[in-house]
């Protein structure tokens, strides 16, 4: 799950983003609603969670210029304390949900997750490769319609190879997608996953489907025939 935190109270930031690592989100920050803006413009994010009050540009502002432009991913809206007027103008300009400050942590994964299972019609709410299926917003994971427990980032890493499918990823390119850009995580890392992924969804069904790339990185081809590991079935 990759989401945005646009806020401008660093602290408030920095202990989001570790919080939501440790529930499988890769978090974006922005401190203020310019370049808040120009991330949620560039960037594919699962959610945005979107401060009212801001320096540049305001939530407010800022969720009209998304909604505008045709955007129809989740934004959980921070506001003050019994703010009952700024959650009623936040909710008609196309935010889907608003949290007061202060909040508990718990509640705000929740909303999230809330959202994400309830994401607009047109994002599929699984994603599917062969008999490989994964539920982001539950975090479960089937092969062959038994369920796989993954840990939250294994399934993130699990994730972005379902979405690249069949694309060859470079190790920075996944350590970028799948860990925090401020963790220093080098391709050794990065090898010790795939090697976790491959014990789990692949190795128990007899199959090969996350292939190494000599010299490049990895890739997640659908399972077939030709990718079945030796005497599997």
């Given amino acids: 799950m990759r989401a945005l935190l646009v806020d401008d109270e660093e602290a408030l930031c920095e202990a989001l983003a570790r919080g939501l690592a440790e529930e499988g989100f890769v978090t974006d920050v922005a401190s203020n609603g310019?370049?808040?803006?120009?991330l949620a413009e560039e960037n594919a994010f699962d959610v945005i969670i979107l401060d009212l009050m801001m320096p540049g540009l305001s939530g407010y502002e800022v969720c009209r210029r998304l909604r505008a432009a045709g955007s129809l991913v989740p934004i959980l809206m921070l506001t003050a304390?019994?703010?009952?007027?700024?959650?009623?103008?936040?909710l008609d300009l196309g935010a889907d949900d608003f949290l007061a400050k202060p909040f508990s942590f718990l509640?705000?994964?929740?909303?999230?997750?809330?959202l994400l299972r309830?994401?607009?019609a047109e994002r599929a709410p699984l994603l599917e490769l062969g008999d490989l299926r994964l539920d982001p917003a539950?975090?479960?994971?089937w092969r062959?319609?038994?369920?796989?427990?993954?840990?939250?980032?294994?399934?993130a890493?699990?994730?972005?190879?379902?979405?690249?499918?069949?694309?060859?990823?470079?190790?920075?390119?996944?350590?970028?997608?799948?860990?925090?850009?401020?963790?220093?995580?080098?391709?050794s890392v990065v090898k010790v996953y795939i090697g976790y992924l491959r014990r789990k969804l692949d190795a128990p069904f007899g199959l090969t489907t996350i292939e190494t790339v000599r010299g490049v990185g990895y890739r997640l081809q659908e399972p077939g025939p030709e990718r079945s590991?030796?005497?599997g079935h």
């Fill in 34 to 38: 310019i370049d808040g803006l120009w």
């Fill in 81 to 90: 304390k019994d703010g009952e007027y700024d959650e009623a103008d936040a």
């Fill in 107 to 114: 509640v705000l994964v929740a909303r999230l997750r809330a």
């Fill in 118 to 120: 309830r994401a607009p």
């Fill in 138 to 141: 539950a975090r479960r994971c």
């Fill in 144 to 155: 062959r319609g038994a369920e796989i427990p993954l840990t939250p980032r294994e399934f």
């Fill in 157 to 187: 890493l699990a994730e972005y190879l379902v979405r690249c499918r069949g694309q060859v990823l470079s190790s920075a390119q996944i350590a970028e997608h799948v860990w925090d850009a401020e963790l220093a995580v080098d391709s």
């Fill in 229 to 231: 590991a030796p005497g």
